[in-house]
Each structure stands twice: as structure tokens, then as C-alpha cells.
């Protein structure tokens, strides 16, 4: 079993930046990709980004390609996501997601298997 816990959440206005750290724990060996998603209030939980497990695969939400990065740092069981620029429309509790095995980067959350509590992204205009 593998436990995720997020953090870097907060509230910041719109241009600002911010970085969301995912840690991981448990039975990481052998744990495939890892992605970022979020639900904003009302509506369904959102694809943002993922990352393979070597970090040499990444893909992005049309909505935060170019301003929001993904990273992961095996050694340290971490996976990180640098949002910049900013937006209203990117408010929303951020959930990091594992999956267990395999080498695909799922884009669609029914695809990965653990999942954090999530953090609260607020961004005012």
C-alpha cells in the first residue's frame, strides 16, 4: 500500500506562483506514474499533469500547458508541481495520484490506484 501526502497549497493571486509537493510512502517499489489532478467545486475531478517513472514522459492539460510543470525525484519518493501564472480558474483542491504498476502515464484518474487528501489552491483576480 502506498500513502501520499500533499502540501504547498494556499492562497495567492492571479500572476503568483506556487508548489505543490506530493510525498510518497509505503510499498513505493516498483510504483509507475504519478499525476496531478483537481476538482473545483461542483465540478468533476480534472486531469493536470503526470509524469512517468523515470521523469522522461510528461503530458499536460491544455489548460496548464506552459505555465505549470510536473518533476519527481525517486530517491527522495517525491513529486512535485510548479504552477506559475496563475489564473482564478485554476482554484481548486489539488490531488496527487500513484499508480502501482506498469509502464503506461494514464491521463484519466479510474487509471491510477492510490491517492492523496489534497490541498486547497485558492487564486484571486
Known amino acids: 500500500q502506498v500513502q501520499l501526502v500533499e502540501s504547498g497549497g494556499g492562497l495567492v493571486q492571479a500572476g503568483g506562483s506556487l508548489r505543490l509537493s506530493c510525498a510518497t510512502s509505503?510499498?513505493?517499489?516498483?510504483?509507475?506514474?504519478m499525476g496531478w489532478f483537481r476538482q473545483a467545486p461542483g465540478k468533476d475531478r480534472e486531469f493536470v499533469a503526470a509524469?512517468?517513472?523515470?521523469?522522461?514522459?510528461?503530458y499536460y492539460a491544455d489548460s496548464v500547458s506552459g505555465r505549470f510543470t510536473i518533476s519527481r525525484d525517486n530517491a527522495k519518493n517525491t513529486v512535485s508541481l510548479q504552477m506559475n501564472s496563475l489564473k482564478p480558474g485554476d482554484t481548486a483542491v489539488y490531488y496527487c495520484?500513484?499508480?502501482?504498476?506498469?509502464?503506461?502515464?494514464?491521463?484519466?484518474?479510474?487509471?491510477?490506484?492510490?491517492w492523496g487528501q489534497g490541498t486547497q489552491v485558492t487564486v484571486s483576480s
Open positions: 509505503g510499498r513505493t517499489f516498483g510504483m509507475g506514474a
Open positions: 495520484a500513484a499508480r502501482l504498476w506498469g509502464n503506461s502515464v494514464p491521463t484519466v484518474k479510474d487509471d491510477y490506484d492510490s
Open positions: 509524469i512517468s517513472w523515470s521523469g522522461g514522459r510528461s
